[in-house]
């Protein structure tokens, strides 16, 4: 079972930054593939960022040369490095981490293990 914790939500103003992190209780950290999804109050949720054990990455259109999603496999750590943020990145941001067997896709039912969230609110 992995446990994921995720930190770095608040509020900013918009054009601002914010880097989430999400640190994760598995040793084998480095075979999972990993993602950032949020949701919006009243929205489904909806995928932000992946990144797979070889280094290759999924955005969303939305994000795309605004975010980078990383990750530190000796500290267990994943992160999304968040600029230029929009009212619309309003949202609960969640960590996920998919097993090893797993195709590697920007698609929520293919994770497996999940994190409780951090807030980030964007003012305009």
């Known amino acids: 079972q992995v446990q994921l914790v995720e930190s770095g939500g608040g509020l900013v103003q918009a054009g601002g930054s914010l880097r989430l992190s999400c640190a994760a209780s598995?040793?084998?950290?480095?075979?999972?593939?990993m993602a950032w999804f949020r949701q919006a109050p009243g929205k489904a949720r909806e995928f932000v960022a992946a990144l797979n054990w070889g280094g290759g990455t999924y955005y969303v259109d939305s994000v795309k040369g605004r975010f980078t999603i990383s990750r530190d496999n000796a500290n267990n750590m994943l992160s999304l490095q968040m600029n230029n943020l929009k009212p619309e990145d309003t949202a609960l941001y969640y960590c996920?981490?998919?097993?090893?067997?797993?195709?590697?896709?920007?698609?929520?039912?293919?994770?497996?293990?999940w994190g409780q969230g951090t807030q980030v609110t964007i003012s305009s």
């Open positions: 598995e040793r084998t950290f480095s075979r999972y593939d």
């Open positions: 996920a981490a998919a097993k090893p067997t797993r195709p590697f896709a920007p698609r929520s039912q293919l994770y497996d293990y």
